[in-house]
Every structure is written in C-alpha cells, then in structure tokens.
C-alpha cells in the first residue's frame, strides 16, 4: 500500500493497481473474457457522473480527470495515471452509478471490465478483494487530503491546484 496519501498538489493519485497479480489464471481468463479496450481523444469523456456504471474501467495508458459537478460549477477531484482503476465506488448494487464524470486529459486508453465479473472476483478472492479496499482507502484518505488543502489554501494556491 502507498505510504505517502496526502500529495503536493492533493489532486494526483501516485496509486499503481497491483491487484489484477493476485489473481488465478482462471479469474484472469474471465475478465479477459468479460472486457473491451477502448481508445479516447484528449477532451473526450469516458465516463459521466450519475449515468449507469456496468464496468468497471483500467486504465491502460494516458492522463484522466475525475470531477464532480453540479448545474453551475465542477470540482476536480483527482488526476488519475495508466495502472489505476476508475468506478470502484460504483461496485456495490445500491450505488450502481458513476458518481463522477471522467474525461480523458490526453490521448487514452481503458480496459471497460463487466462490473459483475469484477463483483464475483472479489466475492470469491479474499486477497483481491483486501487489495481492492486497500485501493478505496487510499482514494478516500487522498480525498481528505485534497478537502484539506481547499479548506486551507488561499484563493491563488487553491486555483492553482
């Protein structure tokens, strides 16, 4: 697990998805089975806040923002690298929409892996499963990180982050 949460800028994740090595050949068949890989445009949107989440998606390679938004204003939440995982909080079947829009910063591309076979993946891996909310800990410790330094930062430093 990543020591070091809280970032110079509070706003870019430094977490690597290690968790795709604690599965057996047979999971990892099934989720190659279960996934499309999709290329995106720098600006184009991978995913958007409050439409229905049926994957969960990997990024493969390039730069993505995650932001909330409301009828007025956006708020950045992170900047995502390739390694990480985007949707997690979408996991759970009460909460099976994005809760955040995702577009790609520079030219990207995602593995979309069926939401379901992820489900029974960590249903049945205990050791995936740990990893996965190692992963949610540390986006949600991140995020506190982040809260912070809005709460903290003056006018300037809080625009320039």
């Keep these: ?90 996991l759970f079947k009460e909460n099976n929409v994005f809760p955040y829009s995702v577009i790609a910063y520079e030219d990207s591309s995602a593995k979309l892996i069926d939401i379901n076979v992820f489900r029974k993946i960590i249903k049945n891996n205990s050791k995936f499963a740990f990893k996965i909310i190692e992963i949610l800990s540390a986006n949600t410790i991140q995020l506190y990180g982040r809260f912070f330094c809005f709460e903290k930062k003056q006018s300037y430093g809080r625009l320039a982050d």
Excluded: W
Aim: with cysteine; charged share 20%; aromatic share 8%.
């Design 1 to 90: 697990m990543e020591k070091n949460f809280l970032h110079n800028s509070c706003t870019v994740s430094q977490t690597q998805t290690k968790c795709f090595d604690l599965l057996s050949a047979e999971e990892l068949q099934e989720i190659e089975e279960n996934l499309v890989e999709v290329s995106y445009k720098k600006g184009e949107t991978i995913a958007k806040q409050g439409s229905f989440a049926a994957y969960i998606i990997c990024l493969s390679k390039g730069l993505v923002r995650i932001y909330i938004e409301n009828f007025k204003e956006t708020l950045i939440l992170k900047i995502l690298s390739s390694g990480n995982l985007i949707g997690l909080p979408s």
